[in-house]
């Protein structure tokens, strides 16, 4: 079985049918991660580089774990210490990388589109490991499978999703995802941090946190992204972590039985308190656990087992 497509670039363009496919196949290749030995010879001889343009803990490492637990070759390029600190442009990177016969190539990058622009031009697959402000697919497929394992279905859950929504590849992601599934979503934050047109996404926005967190079977809060705002959309962390930051007396305005997400990397006293994220409700780490089945997944649908014919 493989998904019909050379790339994963994008939520939005992905179809039920495939989101389907994805997170049934990451459920299979999760018990390989629990098993003594972590590896299956599906991807040998297939080779995977993950090109980071932007710091990354999570998607990085899992993405390597993904690609050494099918047996593939994982070359990890850092922006630190490759050529682009002398100049080189990113497409000359990216051909230059390509004529060493990778079969992907995982790219993040601070700029929206551009593994799109790479996937145009390379033969090999790619796939988005966050591009800008603009998407990260994989970590919104393991947030699909997270609450999926939880809860066993998507359709009428209301999701709650909390912060700098302007700034956040996550949401937009995971907005496109679960409403696709046909959860509904509520996204919330302080007027600076919701971008104009977001509710043509088809989710409901407030700036008022506990409108949203009510009722909520999945509250999902988001780091406020400094590094991409040119001014401070906050007047002071601490008045930011009063209103919008999960406390346990926000939380306790959700369902009995909702768990509390963070795609990380957290602030701990900013967006949540320590109490909340290391609570009983919080599912953090089973994200990061997920995150690693999911990404064999999207391997092993766009490069497949190595056949003779390959
Ligand atoms: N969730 C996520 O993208 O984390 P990293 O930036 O550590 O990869």
Same mark, same amino acid.
């Not at 622009?117 to 966050?130: E, Q, Y």
């Given at each position: 079985m493989r998904l019909d497509r050379k790339d994963l670039l994008t939520i939005k363009d992905l179809s039920l049918d495939e989101i389907g496919l994805i997170l049934d196949t990451a459920a299979s290749f999760k018990e390989v991660s629990e098993k003594d030995i972590k590896k299956v010879p599906t991807l040998r001889g297939r080779t995977i580089i993950n090109l980071f343009y932007e710091p990354s803990t999570r998607t990085r490492t899992s993405f390597e774990i993904a690609a050494k637990r099918m047996s593939s070759d994982a070359i990890n390029i850092s922006l630190a210490a490759s050529s682009v600190k002398k100049g080189e442009t990113l497409s000359d990177t990216a051909r230059n990388l390509e004529a060493m016969r990778p079969?992907? /190539?995982?790219?993040?990058?601070?700029?929206?589109?551009? @593994?799109?622009?790479?996937?145009?031009?390379?033969?090999?697959?790619?796939?988005?490991?966050?591009?800008?402000?603009?998407?990260? @697919?994989?970590?919104?497929?393991?947030?699909?499978?997270?609450?999926?394992?939880?809860?066993?279905? /998507?359709?009428?859950?209301?999701i709650a999703i909390i912060g700098d929504i302007t700034h956040s590849r996550v949401a937009r992601s995971n907005i496109y995802a679960f409403t696709k599934l046909g959860a509904r979503v509520t996204a919330a934050g302080p007027r600076t941090m919701l971008p104009p047109g977001l509710s043509s996404l088809g989710c409901e926005v407030t700036t008022d946190p506990r409108e949203a967190i009510k009722n909520a079977d999945v509250v999902m809060m988001l780091r406020i992204q400094s590094e991409r705002q040119n001014n401070s959309a906050i007047p002071s962390a601490r008045e930011y972590a009063r209103v919008y930051g999960l406390d346990k007396e926000k939380l306790s305005l959700a369902a009995k039985d909702a768990i509390v997400m963070h795609p990380g990397p957290i602030n701990r006293g900013v967006e949540i308190t320590p109490e909340v994220a290391d609570g009983t409700k919080s599912l953090i780490l089973e994200q990061v656990t997920n995150g690693v089945a999911v990404r064999m997944a999207v391997f092993y649908l766009l490069l497949g087992p190595v056949r003779e014919e390959d």
């Open positions: 079969d992907c /190539i995982v790219v993040r990058h601070g700029s929206a589109g551009t @593994p799109q622009m790479l996937a145009r031009h390379l033969s090999c697959s790619v796939v988005n490991a966050g591009d800008g402000a603009h998407e990260h @697919p994989t970590q919104a497929l393991l947030d699909l499978f997270t609450v999926k394992e939880h809860k066993k279905h /998507i359709k009428d859950l209301k």
